[in-house]
């Protein structure tokens, strides 16, 4: 046994053997080189270091870059965006690496919502506006999921059990369909978003090919929009072309009903229609449904109105651009015109199954699809919910 003097004699022995250890191995060629090239690196980075010229006895002059970035990337966006208003020093970091702090958040921080919006939704180079503009989407459409859940499940639920226990019923089912919904509604996003800028891309080119001499026809815009409808469905996997097919059909037999609630619920798919062809297509839909709340104040179905009216006029004007048919190309015409045969101001009435719904089912016979499995049944003692369309079999 040893006593307690002989063994602080031993560890300071130890101490004085690795203290000469580590003395000679500095003293080596290669080791002087590495150590050399060290602190360069280290000099070369604090040189970069925003802080390095603020006036402060802050320890971030003495950081090098390459850490305070890791720190940041461990931190929300919500928070990224907070810290670059502080001082000019994080704002010029921030901006310098907006690139590289948006590549480590989308593939090493990201929740998996967010990886499957940025593969609909690819970008060359992310940004942090790009992984903000990914975060607003699916918060667009956890929001629609969440609410067409509530409209559909809510009244399924018997009023003459006592309200707690219709609670413990009725929230499961509506977490598990919004949860079911959301990642349905990216998809039903991109087709949306993808049809207005390929269609409008479209028809730019056709003006500008013939340099504004000629127009389409309103049968001619109606076939170039369904030819824009086949190339983004026929790339689509069966799989995930069943299930959006699912979401689009809960989507509109949801609104539907919340604009008729009496049959026959299509008297107005006119409405309907024109909100799938508006530019903020699901946004449209949430906005109607937040605004037909009898809680939430008037002026937010005033506003929704408006927005409509708007929205009916410029789609109206993009899909009559010939023919004076429908009500765009009438008003265009009364400008230049006296004309006022009313056979030219025939109000323009498009239909819900001229967005999606037409050429799906012709992709799906195409591909013997037409008969499937339902996407989701939730049942309790007072009934079922089925989320599928006209297609599906028990």
């Not at 089912?173 to 800028?197: G, K, N």
């Not at 899909?319 to 015409?333: H, K, L």
């Not at 499995?373 to 297609?391: D, M, Q, Y």
């Amino acid at each position: 046994m040893f006593s307690r003097s002989n063994r602080q004699s031993a560890l300071i022995e130890t101490k004085t053997q690795l203290k000469k250890a580590v003395e000679a191995a500095k003293a080596h060629p290669k080791v002087q080189h590495i150590l050399a090239r060290t602190r360069a690196s280290y000099q070369a980075t604090l040189e970069n270091n925003p802080f390095r010229s603020s006036p402060t006895s802050s320890y971030l002059p003495r950081l090098p870059v390459e850490l305070i970035l890791s720190i940041l990337t461990y931190t929300s966006l919500r928070d990224i965006a907070t810290i670059r208003l502080v001082s000019h020093g994080f704002r010029a970091l921030i901006d310098s690496h907006n690139s590289a702090l948006a590549h480590t958040l989308l593939y090493h921080r990201s929740p998996s919502h967010i990886l499957l919006l940025s593969s609909l939704f690819p970008a060359k180079k992310p940004t942090l506006v790009y992984l903000h503009t990914l975060s607003t989407r699916h918060t667009l459409c956890s929001d629609l999921a969440r609410q067409l859940a509530v409209r559909t499940v809510t009244p399924l639920f018997s009023r003459h059990i006592s309200k707690p226990l219709r609670r413990s019923r009725r929230d499961p089912a509506i977490h598990e369909l919004h949860t079911r919904l959301t990642p349905h509604l990216y998809h039903v996003l991109y087709f949306l978003l993808s049809l207005r800028l390929r269609f409008n891309a479209s028809l730019a080119t056709f003006t500008a090919d013939n340099h504004g001499a000629a127009e389409l026809s309103t049968d001619e815009i109606a076939a170039l929009y369904r030819e824009t409808q086949k190339t983004l469905i026929q790339p689509l996997d069966s799989k995930v072309l069943v299930s959006t097919h699912h979401a689009f059909t809960f989507l509109v037999n949801t609104i539907r009903i919340a604009i008729s609630p009496e049959p026959p619920h299509s008297q107005n798919d006119v409405t309907v229609a024109v909100m799938l062809m508006s530019e903020n297509a699901l946004g449209r839909c949430l906005e109607y449904l937040l605004a037909d709340v009898a809680s939430n104040p008037w002026k937010l179905r005033k506003q929704f109105m408006e927005d409509m009216e708007r929205e009916k006029d410029e789609a109206a004007e993009m899909f009559g651009r010939a023919g004076g048919t429908v009500a765009g190309r009438a008003n265009n015409r009364r400008r230049t015109s006296s004309l006022t045969d009313e056979s030219e101001r025939v109000e323009w009435r498009p239909k819900i199954g001229g967005v999606w719904f037409h050429v799906v089912e012709e992709e799906l016979k195409r591909r013997g699809l037409e008969r499937h499995s339902k996407e989701w049944v939730h049942r309790w003692e007072e009934g079922e919910l089925v989320v599928g369309c006209t297609g599906c079999i028990d």
